[in-house]
């Protein structure tokens, strides 16, 4: 079974330059997540989405970041204009029930660098 | 105060140690605990899950959740080199939203 794919890997671009991040869940899981994680840190979580629904996106900076899950698979997380703040690893995470039926599995992430 | 407190080390031990990973918590809401193992530029990869309190072993690994304390732990037996990468504790309840500790960096010395 393959995990959660990711890509790209890693990115560089400049500050105030758009940049966008893809994810493919674990066939069948319902739920997905993006997390950020800042170096030394643990990751946060952005949004969760259940199927194609946003349930939870109190913590995503919304006048900067944008996230879609088009027909409850794939996902894009972007950010327009990025800062240097968001220099980042930015994961993605799917399971399928929620906390109940155990963790999340996350994907390798993306290596964001803002300069 | 932070809902999920760990001491983010670094540890270092020698090959076969006993080692001791602990996380803090303040909210009483939390009824799932894990610990995730993360290598260097890799995702996490669930390690432990442990519902409510209580102890669950697999392998080398001890899971312990103190619920009166607000306290887990993680336990590595005949620890290995391979065992070396930042160790997460994290924990959810109530809602979808899994807390993140600050993790832990394990070296294994061989």
């Known amino acids: 079974e393959a995990g959660v794919v990711q890509s790209p890997r890693y990115k560089i671009i400049e500050k105030k330059q758009p940049v966008a991040f893809w994810c493919n869940p674990i066939s069948g899981h319902n739920t997905l997540y993006w997390y950020r994680q800042n170096l030394g840190q643990g990751p946060e979580l952005l949004i969760r989405?259940?199927?194609?629904?946003?349930?939870?996106d109190s913590q995503l900076p919304k006048d900067r970041f944008s996230a879609e899950r088009l027909k409850g698979v794939d996902s894009t997380l972007k950010i327009q204009p990025a800062e240097l703040g968001d220099s980042a690893v930015y994961l993605c995470?799917?399971?399928?029930?929620?906390?109940?039926?155990?963790?999340?599995?996350f994907g390798s992430g993306t290596r964001l660098t803002v300069v | 105060q932070k809902e999920v407190e760990q001491d983010p080390g670094p540890l270092s031990v020698p090959e076969g140690a006993i080692v001791s990973l602990n996380c803090t918590y303040s909210?009483?809401?939390?009824?799932?605990f894990m610990w995730y193992r993360q290598y260097s530029r890799k995702g996490p990869e669930l390690l432990m899950y442990t519902y409510s309190s209580g102890n669950k072993e697999d392998g080398r690994f001890t899971a312990q959740v103190d619920k009166s304390s607000k306290y887990i732990s993680l336990f590595i037996r005949d620890s290995q080199p391979s065992d070396s990468a930042t160790y997460l504790c994290a924990m959810g309840g109530g809602s979808e939203k899994l807390v993140f500790g600050k993790g832990t960096k394990l070296t294994v010395n061989p």
């Open positions: 909210n009483s809401a939390f009824q799932y």
């Open positions: 995470a799917s399971s399928l029930g929620g906390l109940p039926s155990g963790g999340y599995t």
């Open positions: 989405y259940e199927n194609e629904e946003a349930v939870d």
